[in-house]
């Protein structure tokens, strides 16, 4: 099935086209962008201006265009706190409705929390702590135990409500906003929007992470406050030359890394755990949950392939170690690109690890498997296993690469043989 979901957001409008597969997970075939900067400058009940207005509908022109030259079985669109705010923003909900002859929905604080929340769940192995998504006009954060949603918050302080004012200014203003709120302090903290992901991918090119991929990436607190230091010095033109930085995110990425300094120290933490899904992922997921195996079910799937779980469930039979999960996925994807028709599948799945977003885990989760998938090849770089976050030793990485490969030696265009 093809899905669209359309996230009206105070500082942006993106459009993201999703594959949804049989067991629910998803992959995004592509996605149209624009910072309208709706909310720039709205205060509440205030009306948005006409200039604001017009730009958002060229922007669903471009969406329609695109979605009429697709097959999509279903499209979804919300609205969020800009549209909330202000007097005319029914008004402009109807005429973007007309435009794109599908129902602009405007979801409220809790709503929007509750979809970030469920896209970071049902993306990441983390069921329990703080999970926070900073917009441009608001910031939600949800409490979540054992999978579940409990409490969510919505607080009306994001990047581009507070851009203009001094970094003294935004903690004050962001410390009165979380102190009005009931909320438990927690040793986990995830953190998903286009800020927080800016912030993740400027770490991960200053520290040289072997990945492309900042999905499940720690980004800790010394250095979030290195940047909430930093970045409001600086002026646009030197934010946007530093590497992650995009020219539309120099505008604020100062003031964010600021909020996020601020929500962290109110909430003891040590880290953030940064995904790359959350509402719109959210929004496409409501009602289902998904676990590590069915994500790696979906890269079958997105082969068009069937899941190979009879080399899975040998090798975790096999393997008597609490890595014996990340051997057995290791040998899983490897089967998967034999049976593409990779001449070195191991080297492939390393290869997707290094490139691709593996959902459903932690980056250092996905580099343990990448790993594993490399030494299956006799050889691992010393630097990249003093990157993992566990105790494995190179010895062992060598010993379950050895186990994979001799399992996929097995198997002969994906038959076991």
């Known amino acids: 099935m093809i899905s669209a979901v359309i996230d009206c957001g105070y500082n942006s409008f993106r459009m993201v086209v999703y594959q949804v597969f049989r067991n629910g997970t998803f992959r995004a075939l592509g996605s149209s962008k624009s910072f309208v900067r709706i909310g720039e400058g709205l205060k509440e009940g205030n009306t948005i201006p006409e200039e604001k207005v017009e730009k958002a509908e060229r922007s669903f022109i471009i969406f329609k265009r695109i979605l009429n030259g697709i097959n999509v079985d279903e499209v979804k669109i919300v609205a969020t706190s800009a549209f909330r705010y202000a007097a005319n923003g029914n008004e402009a909900r109807l005429r973007l409705s007309k435009i794109i002859e599908n129902e602009v929905r405007v979801i409220s604080g809790e709503e929007e929390g509750s979809y970030a929340a469920l896209g970071m769940l ?32 919505q607080l009306p302080i994001g990047a581009l409500k507070l851009v203009n004012l001094p970094e003294r200014e935004i903690r004050k203003k962001v410390y009165d906003e979380l102190s009005t709120i009931n909320i438990k302090k927690a040793s986990t903290i995830v953190g998903s929007g286009g800020n927080v992901r800016a912030l993740a991918k ?189 105790d494995i030793t190179k010895k062992e990485l060598l010993s379950f690469g050895n186990i994979v490969k001799n399992s996929i030696d097995k198997y002969v265009v994906g038959v076991r043989v």
Not at 124 to 152: K, M, Q, Y
Request: aromatic content about 10%.
């Open 122 to 153: 049902n993306t990441l192995p983390i069921s329990d702590g703080i999970f926070f998504e900073l917009g441009g006009g608001s910031l939600e954060i949800a409490e979540v135990t054992s999978g579940n949603i409990i409490r969510v918050h």
């Open 202 to 390: 400027l770490d991960l090119k200053l520290s040289s992470f072997p990945t492309k991929s900042i999905h499940g990436y720690l980004l800790s607190s010394k250095q979030i406050s290195k940047y909430a230091s930093l970045l409001p010095s600086l002026d646009d033109d030197s934010r946007k030359s530093l590497p992650g930085i995009s020219k539309e995110r120099a505008l604020t990425i100062h003031s964010a890394s600021v909020i996020i300094d601020e929500l962290v120290k109110y909430l003891n933490g040590s880290d953030i755990v940064v995904s790359l899904f959350g509402m719109r992922e959210g929004v496409l997921t409501e009602g289902k949950k998904l676990d590590k195996m069915n994500w790696l079910e979906e890269i079958s799937y997105s082969n068009a392939i069937d899941p190979p779980l009879g080399i899975f469930k040998e090798v975790m039979s096999e393997v008597d170690s609490k890595y014996s999960f990340y051997v057995a996925s290791s040998a899983f994807l490897s089967l998967i690109f034999k049976m593409i028709g990779y001449f070195n599948p191991c080297r492939a799945c390393y290869r997707f690890i290094k490139e691709s977003v593996l959902p459903g885990f932690t980056l250092d989760e996905a580099l343990l498997i990448g790993l594993i998938c490399e030494a299956a090849n006799g050889k691992v770089k010393k630097k990249h296993v003093k990157l993992l976050k566990d």
